[in-house]
Nanobody, 115 residues
Framework: QVQLVESGGGLVQPGGSLRVSCAAS????????MGWYRQAPGKQRELVAG???????YYTDSVKGRFTISRDNAKNTAYLQMNSLKPEDTAVYYC?????????WGQGTQVTVSS
């Protein structure tokens, strides 16, 4: 059974950095793309960054130059390095892996940017 577990969220001051991780189990994830989404209170969930099995990356405009997505296939883990954090980055961050017609999600990790 596929499981995704996020970790690394927390409270950080504006301008600070955090790295969130997504540990995957129950499959051979090196062949799948992985993505990070976020959902702020009262807003729709949005795609923040994605990475293909070949390492091609995608970022939504609001995080370009500040966030970096990466993956370690040997550890079945994806990362999102977040720098120069802003209050508007506050949200629950979710890991996503699409496999065939199914979408798998983690439970989310809270990131709060506040002074």
């Amino acid at each position: 059974q596929v499981q995704l577990v996020e970790s690394g969220g927390g409270l950080v001051q504006p301008g600070g950095s955090l790295r969130v991780s997504c540990a995957a189990s129950g499959g051979f994830f090196a062949i799948y793309g992985m993505g990070w989404y976020r959902q702020a209170p009262g807003k729709q969930r949005e795609l923040v960054a994605g990475i293909t099995s070949g390492g091609t990356t995608y970022y939504t405009d609001s995080v370009k130059g500040r966030f970096t997505i990466s993956r370690d296939n040997a550890k079945n883990t994806a990362y999102l390095q977040m720098n120069s954090l802003k209050p508007e980055d506050t949200a629950v961050y979710y890991c996503n892996v699409p496999i065939g017609e199914r979408e798998y999600w983690g439970q989310g990790t809270q990131v709060t940017v506040s002074s």
